[in-house]
């Protein structure tokens, strides 16, 4: 693969993102890729502040924990973004952090920078019982960052009930990563048995 950037937007740590999220990179990774996290809880960094530099540039002009993130993402294999369902979206962590990628939006439609992104994952969970429209709304923030990346093949896998029945590693998980490269811009509904 080469270089894997992981991206993960739980507020807390050793629950069902975390672990569906580090479940995916361990089966993923090869011993000869190099892997860079961030786990935003843990960083230091700002909103989007609406200044337009970046329409002009296509460089964000704050400095803080996201800075190194933009070189990552230009120059990544393979990104995977882990988060929570929230209110149907993703978590406030992932929203501001993928508010700030605006200078990519910026580079490839006013400075039309065409490069192609990296191949993406987005992985999910909500604690709730699986409804129809459960994902949508973090789908479509997701579709867009994708989008502003330049990401054409992408993948979502979703967990849903992880209230009741927490995520765990099994035999069906492990099948449906290992079969991803047979589906291109498909939401993969998770399904499997937790006991």
């Known amino acids: 693969m080469g270089k894997i950037v992981y991206i993960e937007g739980s507020s ?13 990179l361990n089966q993923v990774k090869t011993k000869n ?12 960094f700002r909103e989007c502040i609406s200044c337009g530099s970046c329409d002009c ?12 993130l933009y070189k990552d993402l230009e120059s990544c294999d393979l990104l995977i973004f882990a988060s ?18 605006q200078a990519f939006w910026a580079k490839r439609t006013l400075l ?25 709304g973090s789908h479509l923030v997701m579709e867009y960052f994708f989008l502003s990346l330049g990401v054409k093949d992408y993948y979502y896998f979703e967990v849903s009930d992880t209230d009741t029945s927490p995520f765990q590693e ?5 099948k449906t990563i290992s079969n991803v490269k047979k589906s291109r811009n498909e939401r ?6 937790t006991k």
Not at 12 to 21: I, L, P, Y
Not at 57 to 68: A, F, K
């Open 12 to 24: 807390r740590g050793g629950f069902n993102t975390e672990k569906m999220g580090l479940s995916f």
């Open 33 to 44: 890729d190099s892997v860079k996290k961030y786990i935003l809880r843990d960083l230091s």
């Open 57 to 68: 540039t296509g460089i964000c002009i704050l400095r803080d924990d996201l800075t190194p």
């Open 84 to 101: 929570p369902v929230y209110f149907n979206s993703v978590s406030a962590r992932s929203k501001m952090c993928i508010d700030r990628m």
């Open 112 to 136: 039309k920078d065409k490069k192609e992104g990296p191949i993406s994952v987005f992985l999910t969970n909500g604690g709730a019982p699986k409804t129809e429209n459960q994902f949508k």
């Open 170 to 174: 099994n035999s069906t998980w492990l």
């Open 188 to 193: 993969i509904e998770v399904k499997y048995e």
